[in-house]
């Protein structure tokens, strides 16, 4: 995929590792070998086996890495999501994986979280490439930049180098519209709920997309433009349609645009690769946007409480994922 449809990236989570683990023999040899060790606990097995594969990852991304300069060619690996409420933990933990892994091209996923957000500013400070996750509200989306621009200026501060550091926002889109569709077909009140249906997820992007152009186009951010600070990109996660009505590229096809990434599982990729369109629409249809969006607001549908609660309800999730994992590995242990 790195050469036939320009993959220039990869990100890992416990889901995925639950199913190869679950499913397949392939963990098997390294997890006998782990669980020798009597004192290594399951948190311990798993990062072994994680990092064996987003060091392979890495390496297999190298090139597009050393191509681009550094811009793209990284591969994500996320704290321990129990840490999502823990600034200092967050902060040791994504040390010691960075370190563990030994490649320039990881980027730590960092939960954020208000407690995520200076995480977020320590660890750009320190140099590392830090993929801010879990992000459905715009507010808290602003607040992360500020984070990333804080963490650039304290670098600059002790003098050190910021040219080196990429950084992506991962801004969740599909789940928004699960919530707001159900919550719009339970109204006896809307006489045109279909022209709402299906809209609210990337309505809210988009916004999110013009937040970005005025954060990044600020005489602040220029100014570390000049010392070599990057645009922190917004990843667009999440892209998968929940619901067969809607075109299985919906979230592909109205997100592309400069300074963006999309990352897709693989049905996605493929819905994509036979049907997508590859043309600029980020910023199109933005009048449009506004009108939807204003009109959620006069029906009293609070896309602020609902991104909230989306945010908590993603840390929980992460969390039971990370730990549903350790027990099947501690299962298998016996």
């Not at 320039?104 to 208000?114: E, F, L, Q, R, S």
């Not at 979230?251 to 897709?264: A, D, E, Q, R, S």
């Not at 049905?267 to 009108?291: C, N």
Request: glycine fraction near 4%; charge should be negative; aromatic fraction near 8%.
């Amino acid at each position: 995929m790195i050469d036939e449809d320009d993959l220039r990236g990869i990100t890992s989570n416990p889901s995925i590792f639950y199913k190869s683990i679950k499913d397949s023999s392939d963990y098997d040899g390294l997890m006998r070998e782990q669980f020798s060790e009597l004192s290594k606990t399951a948190k311990d097995v798993f990062y072994a086996l994680e990092q064996q594969d987003i060091t392979e990852a890495a390496d297999l991304l190298m090139g597009v890495y050393d191509k681009t300069e550094g811009r793209d060619g990284f591969v994500s690996i996320e704290v321990d999501p129990n840490f999502a409420y823990d600034t200092e933990a967050t902060i040791k933990e994504a040390r010691t994986l960075f370190k563990a892994i030994g490649r320039p091209n990881v980027m730590i996923k960092v939960p954020a979280t208000p407690e995520g957000l200076p995480a977020i500013r320590q660890l750009t400070a320190e140099g590392y490439n830090v993929n801010a996750t879990l992000l459905f509200s715009i507010t808290r989306y602003e607040e992360v930049v500020n984070a990333y621009l804080d963490g650039l200026a304290d670098r600059l501060l002790d003098n050190q180098s910021i040219a080196s550091i990429a950084s992506v926002a991962s801004f969740f889109v599909s789940r928004l519209d699960t919530v707001v569709d159900a919550m719009l077909k339970d109204r006896t009140d809307i006489t045109e709920v279909d022209d709402f249906l299906g809209k609210t997820a990337v309505a809210n992007a988009k916004t999110a997309y013009q937040t970005m152009v005025t954060l990044f186009s600020s005489e602040r951010f220029l100014k570390l433009k000049e010392r070599g600070g990057k645009v922190q990109r917004l990843l667009w996660a999440s892209t998968s349609t929940k619901n067969p009505d809607y075109n299985n590229c919906l979230y592909v096809n109205n997100l592309i645009g400069p300074h963006t990434v999309n990352t897709m599982p693989d049905e996605t990729v493929k819905a994509f690769r036979a049907s997508g369109i590859p043309k600029r629409t980020i910023d199109q249809d933005l009048e449009e946007t506004q009108v939807l969006l204003d009109a959620l607001d006069n029906l009293n549908i609070d896309i602020n409480a609902i991104t909230l609660k989306l945010e908590q309800d993603g840390v929980r999730l992460f969390i039971e994922s990370f730990n549903n994992l350790l027990q099947l590995i501690q299962d298998k242990r016996g």
